[in-house]
C-alpha cells in the first residue's frame, strides 16, 4: 500500500523545506499532500484523520514560545486519537532529537535533513545514518586516458628524447637504485607486520646509507630532529583512532560534477598529528591525501626506521609511519606518498608500493633543477623509480614546481612532458601536474595583471592541445596568491578550484588558510577552512563554466610554440642529462640550479 | 577585564578545532573553555561535528551594543612583554 | 497495587522535574517501592533545551526500572542492564525496558504520546515496579490520560502575574474535576469534533437525541458553535472520555467559560474516566527572556504569596517543594493512590 504523506507547514514562510521534502516524497512514489502555510492545528489534524494519512510532517522554525505552541499541537493530536495511527515528524531550523522528544514528535528534522531521511521515517524504517553515508569510491583519474599525442611533431620529438634516456640509462646505477632493489628483494611487508627479524636487511642496507642513518642502523643514534615515539603514546593512539573510527563519516565536495578529485597534504613532522590532520581531511571532503617528508629526506642517503616524530617541515618516511598512516585511513581516500626529487625516490615508491599507497610522485627536472639532486642521479633514480610505479600500479604526478624560481611555463612542461613520456613508454600512468599560481613569469610578464584566469587557462589549454593525459593542478592550486589572512586565502583557494572545476580537470592539490604563514606548522582548522570553501565554491559552479577572455588562446598558442622550441632544442643534442646541466629546461637565469645532491654517484654497471 | 579586552570593540572570536565525540559534547567544551577563559557572555557561533571532533567558532562578547563601550574610556595599555 | 503518577508541567520550567526529583528521593527511601521512571518528553539534560538555563539533573540508583529511549544512555552516567528492547520509536531511538546496575545521573526520554505509554506503563509493572512515575514535558498533558494518578507542577513560568496564575490553576483543577457520567441509554456516539460541520453534525446529534459521546476532543470553535445553539441544549448530555480531552483544546480561562457558558444553557458536560489530580506544586521561578540579548536569564515572585494565593484557589493539597521537600507530598500520593 502507497503510503500517504500530509505535510503542513505552521510557518507563515518557510515552508520551503517542505516543499523540497514533498518533491522527494512524490519521486519516490508516496502520495502526498501539501496543505498552505498557518492551516490551524484542528485543521490540520481533521484533514490527517478524515485523509486517512499514515504520515503528518510539520514544520517550523523554532523560536520565541514556539516550543509550547508545537507542544500543544502534539496533545491536541494525541487527544484527538491522531497518534494512535499517524506519526508525526517536525522539521525546521534548530530542530533537535532532543527537541523532537520533549515536544512529543516521533521524529525530528534539523537542518541539512535529506530526503532518504525523510522516506525512511514515513516508510517506517529504521533510519540509519550510515547506510546514507555518502559512499565514496577511490577515483582513478588517469584510467580513461590514451595518452596519445594531438600535436604530431611534439610525439615525435619526446619519442626521440625518451629513446635517447631510456639508452642512456640502460647501463647505470646510483645508490638510490641499488637501496630500491634491496628493499624491492629483500624487504617483505608481511614479514615486517608479524615483526619478523629483520637485522640482517638493515645491515645489508645500512651499507648503501649515508652516516646518519648508517649511525642509526649500526650503532643505535637518533637522528638529532627525531625521535621515537614511546609505547604508551603508541597504545592510546589505537585506542583514539578505534574510538574515532567507528563515528567517521566523509563529505563529497564535487556536488554535480565527478571531477576535480580533490587532495590536501599533511606532514606536520609527527605521525600521529597527521593521523588527526588526515581525518580531517577526510572528514571535511578531501577525495585524497599526500604524504609530505622532510625536505632533509630528500638530500640523504636511505631512510631510517621506527615510530619516529619529528619537528620540521615534514614526517619522516619509515616502514612503520606510513604503516600507521595507512591502516587508518578510511577506504574511499587515495594516498599518495611523494617520491620526486630526491636521493630516495625510488626506493620511496617501493615502499610506498608495498604498504598500499594509491599514487606516488616522479619527477626529474624539478628536483634536478630546483629541489637540489643532481640531474644524473635523480634521472636514473626517477628511471627505475617510474618502473617500479608501473609495477606497483601507482599512477604519479609530475610537478613543475620550477615554474616558482623563474623557470617560464612552456619550458617546465617541455620538462614534465618528457618524464610524461618516459614514463608511458616505461609501462606507467604519469599525470600532468601544471601549476596554478602567481610565478615569477607572469609577475614579471603581466599575464595576471588584469585576471588569474587567463594564464591558468592557457596551461590546461597547451596541455590539452599536445596530449590526451590526466591533469592536476597543483600544487597548492593559487600558489602565491594567499595571504596570511584566512578569508583572503580561503577565497583564492576556492575560487582557484572553481577555475580548475570549470576546465574540467582531473585533480587538484589545495592549500590550507594559513599557507602563506611560516611561524609554525598549519593548523587543522585552517584546512578545514578552505576545504569549505572549496566544496562551496564547487556548489555555487555547478555544471557552470567561467569563460576566460581571448588571452588565454594567444597564451596558449604561445606556450606550445615554447615547447616545441624546447623539446627541439633537447632533442637536438641529443643528451637530456647533459640539457638539464646546460639549461636547456630552465637556465641560472631563471633560478635554476642544477643540484649537487649525489653528484657523481651515478656509475656504469 | 583585562585593559587589552577593553580595547576589543565588541566580541572575540575564539576559532578552532576540538577534539570530541559528539557535537553535544563539542558545544560543552567550546562554552566550558570560553568560561574558563575568564569570559561570560560567551555563545557558540558555530560547530560542524565530524568523526574525529569539531570546527568550532566560539564568541564571547565583551561589549554589546548599549553597554559602557570599555574602549571609548580605556587608558593607554600597558602591555608586557 | 502499583502507584502510577503522572508528573506534568503548565508551561516550561514550572518545577516538574524538582518535584520529581523530590518524589523519588521519597520513593528511594520507601523500602517497599521498587522505582519504575519514564517520561513522555526529554529530561535531565544539563541546561534547558531551549531557554539554555542549568537545570536539575536526575539521579537513579541501582534497582531502579526505568523505561528510556536507546540514545539517552549515551548521554547518562548511570549503568543499565537491558532487559527488552521495544519496537517503540522515538526521536532519540527505540524504548528499552533496563533495572539500574549502577546509579548516577539519567537522562529520561521515553515514550511519548498515550498509545505507547499505555503499552509502557504494563511492562515496568512486569518487572516489578510498583511506583512508576511518568515525567511530563513542557505544557504536554494528553499522554497522562494512561496515570492512575496525576501532580501538576505550575508556578511563575507560566505566568508571573499571581491572580492571573491562581484564576488559571482554578480553573485547571475544575476542569480537571469534570464529573463521571455514568453513559446513559440511547446516546449517540461520533468523533472529535474539530471544524463547523462536525460542530453542526454534533448539535444536530444532541436536538435529537439524549446526547452526545464524543470519542476524542471537542475543538472550542466547536464549543462556540453550540454555545451559539443556545436554548436547545436545556437538559443535553455531552460525554467526553475525559477531562483532558477538555484542556487539549485551547487556553484555558477561554474552554473554562465556554464550558460554563454551556452549563449556564442547561447542557450537561461530564467524562467517562476520571483524572485523579493528587495534588499542585508551585514553583516561584521563572526563565525571563531579553529580548535585548536574545536570551533568557533568572527570575523569581514572591514565594510565599504564590504559595498562599494558588493554596486559596484550589481544593487540592499544594506544595512548595523546594522550600519544604517532597515528603508530605508523598504521603499525600500513596494515601491517596491507593
Redesign the interface.
Known amino acids: 500500500m502507497t503510503k500517504k504523506v500530509l505535510l503542513s507547514p505552521l510557518d507563515p514562510v518557510h515552508d520551503i523545506g517542505l516543499k523540497m521534502i514533498k518533491r522527494g516524497l512524490d519521486e519516490a512514489g508516496l502520495e502526498t499532500k501539501l496543505l498552505p502555510p498557518d492551516t490551524p492545528a ?2 490540520i ?2 484533514i490527517c ?1 478524515e485523509g486517512s494519512f499514515d504520515t503528518l510532517l510539520l514544520s517550523r522554525t ?1 523560536g ?1 514560545g514556539v ?2 505552541l508545537l ?2 499541537f ?3 493530536a ?4 491522531l ?2 495511527n499517524v506519526r508525526i515528524g517536525i522539521g525546521g531550523m534548530a530542530v ?13 528534522f534539523g537542518p541539512g535533513t535529506t530526503v532518504e531521511e525523510a522516506v525512511a521515517f514515513v516508510e517506517g524504517k ?1 533510519y540509519s545514518p550510515q547506510e546514507n553515508e555518502i559512499k565514496k569510491e577511490k577515483v582513478d583519474i588517469s584510467s580513461p586516458y590514451t595518452y596519445q599525442y594531438k600535436n604530431e611533431k611534439i610525439g615525435n620529438l619526446l619519442k626521440k628524447i625518451t629513446k635517447q634516456i631510456i639508452g642512456w640509462a640502460a647501463n647505470k646505477t646510483s645508490p638510490g637504485v641499488e637501496r630500491a632493489k634491496l628493499r624491492e628483494n629483500e624487504w617483505d611487508y608481511q614479514a615486517f607486520l608479524k615483526k619478523e627479524d629483520d637485522s640482517e636487511f638493515y645491515k645489508r642496507y645500512a651499507q648503501l646509507c649515508d652516516q646518519v642513518p648508517k649511525d642509526f642502523y649500526l650503532q643505535g643514534v637518533m637522528h638529532p630532529k627525531t625521535r621515537e615515539l614511546s609505547k604508551d603514546e603508541l597504545i592510546s593512539l589505537n585506542t583514539y583512532i578505534n ?2 573510527q567507528k ?5 563529497k565536495l564535487q556536488h554535480t560534477r565527478k571531477l576535480p578529485i580533490v587532495w590536501n597534504q599533511y606532514g606536520t613532522g609527527c605521525p600521529f598529528m597527521d593521523i ?1 590532520h588526515v ?2 581531511s ?3 571532503g578531501a577525495d585524497g591525501v599526500v604524504h609530505f617528508d622532510p625536505s632533509w629526506g630528500a638530500r640523504t642517503e636511505g631512510f631510517l626506521n621506527g615510530n619516529l616524530t619529528h619537528q620540521e617541515d615534514g614526517t619522516v618516511i619509515t616502514p612503520n609511519n606510513l604503516y600507521r598512516i595507512h591502516r587508518m585511513l578510511e577506504k574511499s581516500t587515495l594516498w599518495q606518498v611523494r617520491a620526486h626529487r630526491g636521493l630516495n625516490t625510488a626506493e620511496t615508491v617501493v615502499l610506498a608500493g608495498k604498504i598500499g599507497a594509491d599514487l606516488t610522485k616522479i619527477n626529474i627536472c624539478y628536483g634536478s633543477l630546483a629541489a637540489g639532486t643532481d640531474p644524473a642521479r635523480l634521472t636514473i633514480d626517477a628511471f627505475h623509480a617510474i618502473k617500479y610505479a608501473a609495477k606497483y600500479k601507482m599512477p604519479f604526478d609530475v610537478v613543475t614546481n620550477e615554474e616558482l624560481t623563474g623557470v617560464p611555463a612552456y619550458k617546465a612542461f617541455a620538462g614534465m612532458l618528457i618524464v610524461a613520456d618516459l614514463a608511458v613508454r616505461l609501462g606507467a600512468k604519469p599525470i600532468l601536474q601544471p601549476l596554478f599560481a602567481f610565478s615569477p613569469e607572469v609577475m614579471v610578464g603581466g599575464q595576471m595583471d588584469d585576471n588569474y584566469i587567463d594564464f591558468n587557462a592557457a596551461k590546461i589549454y597547451a596541455l590539452r592541445s599536445i596530449v590526451d593525459a590526466p591533469i592536476w593542478p597543483g600544487a597548492p592550486i593559487g600558489f602565491l596568491t594567499q595571504t596570511e589572512d584566512r578569508v583572503q586565502s580561503s577565497l583564492s583557494t576556492a575560487l582557484h578550484a572553481l577555475l580548475a572545476a570549470s576546465l574540467g580537470v582531473d585533480a587538484i592539490s589545495i592549500a590550507s588558510a594559513d599557507e602563506a604563514y611560516s611561524g609554525g606548522p598549519i ?3 585552517s584546512k ?1 577552512d578552505t576545504l569549505r570553501g572549496v566544496e562551496e565554491s564547487f556548489r555555487f559552479l555547478g555544471l557552470a563554466g567561467i569563460k576566460p577572455t581571448e588571452n588565454a588562446q594567444i597564451w596558449q598558442e604561445q606556450m606550445v610554440r615554447g615547447i616545441e622550441k624546447v623539446l627541439s632544442q633537447v632533442a637536438e643534442q641529443g643528451d637530456f642529462v647533459q640539457s638539464l646541466y646546460d639549461g636547456v629546461l630552465g637556465s641560472k637565469e631563471e633560478g635554476a640550479f642544477p643540484g649537487r645532491a649525489g653528484y657523481n654517484t651515478v656509475r656504469e654497471e | 577585564m583585562t585593559d587589552a579586552l577593553k580595547r576589543v570593540i565588541d566580541a572575540l572570536d575564539v576559532e578552532t578545532f576540538l577534539v570530541c565525540e559528539s557535537e553535544e559534547e563539542g558545544k560543552k567544551l567550546a562554552l566550558s573553555m570560553m568560561k574558563n577563559l575568564g569570559f561570560k557572555d560567551v555563545d557558540l557561533v558555530f560547530i560542524e561535528f565530524i568523526g574525529s571532533g569539531a570546527r568550532i567558532r566560539a564568541r564571547a562578547y565583551l561589549h554589546r551594543p548599549g553597554d559602557q563601550y570599555g574602549w571609548l574610556f580605556a587608558e593607554e595599555v600597558k602591555v608586557n612583554d | 497495587m502499583a502507584v502510577i503518577l503522572g508528573i506534568a508541567g503548565t508551561a516550561k520550567n514550572t518545577g516538574k522535574t524538582t518535584t520529581t526529583k523530590a518524589i523519588m528521593e521519597e520513593v528511594q527511601r520507601d523500602k517497599n517501592r521498587v522505582l519504575g521512571l519514564t517520561s513522555i518528553g526529554y529530561d535531565g539534560e544539563d541546561v534547558d533545551n531551549i531557554t539554555g538555563l542549568p537545570k536539575p539533573k536526575i539521579e537513579v540508583w541501582p534497582g531502579a526500572l526505568v523505561a528510556v529511549a536507546e540514545r539517552s544512555l549515551e548521554v547518562s552516567t548511570a549503568q543499565i542492564e537491558l532487559l527488552e528492547k521495544t519496537d517503540i520509536a522515538t526521536p532519540l531511538g527505540k524504548v528499552i525496558l533496563g533495572r539500574v546496575t549502577k546509579g548516577g545521573t539519567l537522562l529520561i526520554a521515553g515514550p511519548n504520546k498515550s498509545k505507547e505509554l499505555r503499552r509502557v506503563l504494563p511492562l515496568l509493572q512486569q518487572y516489578g515496579a510498583n511506583f512508576i512515575i511518568v515525567d511530563g514535558a513542557l505544557n504536554r498533558i494528553a499522554p497522562m490520560v494512561e496515570v492512575d494518578s496525576l501532580i501538576i507542577a505550575t508556578g511563575a513560568a507560566k505566568t508571573p502575574n499571581i491572580t492571573e496564575l491562581a484564576w488559571e490553576t482554578k480553573h485547571l483543577v475544575e476542569i480537571l474535576q469534570f464529573p463521571v457520567f455514568n453513559t446513559p441509554k440511547n446516546m449517540v456516539n461520533m468523533g472529535s469534533v474539530l471544524d463547523i460541520q462536525a460542530a453542526q453534525r454534533l448539535s444536530a446529534f444532541l436536538s435529537n437525541n439524549q446526547g452526545v459521546v464524543i470519542d476524542g476532543v471537542i475543538s472550542s470553535q466547536g464549543l462556540e458553535y453550540l454555545i451559539q445553539v443556545g436554548e436547545e441544549l436545556k437538559g443535553k448530555i455531552l460525554i467526553l472520555p475525559d477531562a483532558i480531552k477538555l484542556i487539549v483544546c485551547g487556553e484555558v480561562r477561554h474552554i473554562y467559560n465556554l464550558l460554563s457558558r454551556l452549563k449556564e444553557l442547561g447542557l450537561e458536560i461530564g467524562v467517562k474516566k476520571e483524572v485523579h489530580v493528587t495534588a499542585l506544586t508551585v514553583n516561584p521561578y521563572y526563565p525571563q527572556f531579553r529580548f535585548s540579548s536574545n536570551d533568557y536569564q533568572e527570575a523569581y515572585v514572591d514565594r510565599k504569596l504564590l504559595f498562599q494565593t494558588i493554596k486559596n484557589s484550589v481544593n487540592i493539597p499544594v506544595f512548595d517543594i523546594v522550600e519544604e521537600g517532597g515528603h508530605k507530598l508523598y504521603e499525600v500520593i500513596v494515601e491517596k493512590g491507593i
Open positions: 484542528e485543521e489534524i481533521r484523520m523554532l520565541y516550543a509550547e507542544a500543544r502534539v496533545d491536541l494525541d487527544a484527538a486519537g497518534r494512535e533537535r532529537p532532543e527537541i523532537a522528544a520533549e515536544l512529543g514528535f516521533d521524529a525530528g529504521e574510538n574515532m563515528q567517521m563519516r566523509v563529505k588527526a581525518k580531517a577526510e572528514g571535511w593548523s587543522i582548522p578545514i
